[in-house]
């Protein structure tokens, strides 16, 4: 699986989008990019995941660039309690096969009033 | 639909002693992951179990052995404990029967060794 590299912090003003960049430049043809968080204490949140196309859920946006060697998580109106270290996981997704998810450190993200 | 379930929430246990951490998975799921997550780093893979059997296992020693039941639900045991053990355990459910993979983690079980 690719390595991923994410800044370890970022600030957001509550309302305002909060976009979190992952760099994979190892990335290869197979191997999708999936996004969760963990807010503390908690166990990690599924978000978004993508190959190559933009993707859009009810939680937030992911944008995925045309060589795909890096992605943005979009927050569109972040709010206190989107305040959570996000991961971004690169991995292939084989129908029928199971496998780990290797996190790495995250992005620590605080949304402040 | 019901979410994964880990018992106990804590657990305070002295160096050598062994320990069994449950885990229930989300309904209609078939795939249970186990995740060792120290204080201040990412969760770190330790083992899958699919169909009652072990397919895939990270970095750790057999110390740290699982179970699958019928009923999809699992069992993490951690033999000879060490302070290094005292961690965050995550168990993860999902579906190896669809194409969606996405995992669900239940709220961990936070032990401590002393």
């Known amino acids: 699986d690719a390595k991923t590299t994410q800044p370890p912090s970022m600030d957001c003003a509550e309302g305002r989008a909060a976009n979190l960049p992952c760099n994979h430049s190892?990335?290869?043809?197979?191997?999708?990019v999936y996004w969760y968080r963990q807010i503390h204490s908690q166990g990690p949140q599924y978000i978004i995941h993508?190959?190559?196309n933009n993707e859009t859920n009810e939680m937030a946006s992911l944008i995925i660039t045309e060589d795909r060697k890096s992605s943005t998580l979009i927050l569109p109106h972040a709010t206190l309690r989107d305040t959570a270290v996000y991961y971004c996981i690169v991995r292939a997704r084989i129908y029928n096969q199971g496998g780990k998810l290797i996190f790495g450190q995250g992005t620590e993200l605080s949304v402040k009033p | 639909e019901t979410g994964v379930t880990q018992s106990p929430t804590h657990l305070i246990k002295t160096r050598g002693q062994q320990v069994t951490l449950r885990c229930s998975s989300q309904s209609g799921h078939n795939t249970v992951s186990w995740y060792q997550q120290a204080l201040g780093q990412g969760p770190q893979f330790i083992f899958q179990?699919?169909?009652?059997?072990?397919?895939g296992r990270g970095n750790f020693p057999p110390r740290f052995s699982g179970l699958q039941f019928p009923n999809y639900s699992s069992e993490l045991n951690v033999n000879a404990l060490e302070l290094d053990d005292s961690a965050l355990y995550l168990c993860?459910?999902?579906?190896?029967?669809?194409?969606?993979?996405?995992?669900?983690f239940g709220p961990g079980t936070r032990l401590t060794v002393t």
């Open positions: 190892t990335i290869s043809g197979n191997e999708y």
């Open positions: 179990y699919y169909r009652e059997e072990e397919n």
């Open positions: 993508g190959l190559k």
């Open positions: 993860a459910s999902s579906s190896r029967d669809r194409w969606a993979y996405e995992q669900y």
